[in-house]
């Protein structure tokens, strides 16, 4: 009997932890207080406390845990590389925060509009950034180039707003929808003070942002138990690909997973390494490189696979057209005739409302089919 009892008084214990690691507790507000100042203090990025920035730190920490706990995983992986461009371009560290409102760290990550990767570029966006989208391979995914990318867009914005919630804010809905709300605030430069000018995404974002700062830096006071990660950055390695590989060779080569290489290869947008005049970037685990490197010999250059067809979509281009504004038109209408957003619209356009008038030019980017074995997929910024 006593026996019994005692399973049954630890199985309870058992049950209350595991319920414990399951909530938030109840934090008194003077708390997040003192904790968002702490942070302020450390940061050149201002990260005041208020109700929009709770509301935000509420949906991680009370409706979004389990995403919470796997974002903090990935986190392992990628903030290292993200913390050395940081440091390279002499920029807040805090600017790795960014991506999670972005993508949730999913290299993967693609928006209704067709922003694409960890920092979410748009393909006209990435092309300025020197990020390349071919048939096969994807540098806006490329963690490496597109974190490089990312930074040195966010040093180009600060340097025209020397502000970094502006900033911010412009990283999301462009530069010039930031500077007409300056002007239309008669010069104020407080992103409290300029959001009533500027869209409802902007608005929530540098909010989600500072919210994304506490989560990130107090997690384990609130319960939040990371996922265990497949990888971290201490876990792989590098090699260099001089020919034509599928994923399909790696494995057999390596004994590396498909799924493996995706996750660490992540440009790669047919599980296949296209020859180029330079030496292509693989990332492996640590333990495959020597296997790599014995068998890398034997490996020879092997055909690119067939895009006929791919994904069932024509191959495209992305072209630049101009829309003038027609009796009977609306935003949405038009974005519908496009097969777009009116938000999309609007930052094309660097709009700030969606109220258009007869005869306004409106650019749009739109789709245009070329040769076969190519495509372009669209982007954003």
Not at 286 to 315: M, V, W
Request: with cysteine; net charge neutral.
């Amino acid at each position: 009997m006593k026996r019994l009892f005692a399973t049954i008084y630890f199985s309870i214990l058992s049950i209350l932890a595991t319920c414990a690691q399951n909530t938030n507790p109840q934090v008194p507000e003077y708390i997040y207080q003192s904790r968002m100042a702490q942070l302020d203090r450390q940061s050149p990025i201002k990260l005041e406390y208020n109700t929009q920035v709770r509301a935000y730190i509420d949906v991680y920490l009370e409706r979004r845990r389990d995403h919470l706990a796997n974002i903090i995983a990935r986190s392992q992986l990628y903030f290292p590389i993200f913390e050395e461009y940081l440091s390279k371009y002499n920029l807040p560290q805090e600017l790795k925060y960014l991506a999670i409102i972005e993508s949730a760290l999913d290299p993967k990550a693609k928006s209704k509009s067709g922003a694409m990767g960890l920092w979410q570029f748009l393909y006209h966006a990435g092309i300025m950034l020197d990020l390349h989208v071919t048939s096969y391979e994807d540098d806006r995914c490329d963690p490496l180039k597109s974190t490089d990318a990312a930074c040195r867009y966010l040093a180009y914005l600060y340097q025209n707003l020397e502000d970094w919630q502006l900033a911010l804010a412009a990283y999301n809905g462009g530069l010039g929808t930031v500077q007409k709300a300056i002007e239309r605030a008669g010069g104020k430069k407080s992103f409290w003070e300029l959001s009533q000018y500027m869209t409802n995404e902007m608005k929530a974002y540098v909010p989600a942002f500072i919210a994304v700062n506490y989560v990130m830096n107090y997690y384990d006071l609130h319960n939040i138990v990371p996922a265990k990660p497949q990888y971290t950055f201490n876990d792989i390695d590098t090699v260099f690909v001089n020919i034509s590989l599928s994923f399909d060779q790696i494995t057999r080569a390596t004994g590396v997973d498909r799924q493996s290489l995706q996750q660490l290869n992540p440009q790669y947008i047919k599980d296949f390494i296209p020859s180029d005049d330079m030496p292509m970037l693989l990332i492996l685990p640590k333990s495959a490189i020597n296997r790599y490197i014995k068998n890398e010999q034997k490996l020879k250059p092997d055909a690119a696979p067939d895009l006929t067809g791919y994904f069932g979509i024509k191959n495209l281009e992305a072209i630049t057209s101009i829309y003038i504004v027609q009796p009977g038109d609306y935003l949405h209408k038009i974005a519908m005739k496009y097969n777009t957003t009116a938000e999309e619209i609007m930052k094309w356009n660097n709009m700030t409302t969606k109220d258009i008038k007869i005869g306004q030019k409106l650019t749009i980017y739109e789709y245009k089919e070329i040769s076969p074995y190519f495509f372009i997929v669209q982007e954003k910024v």
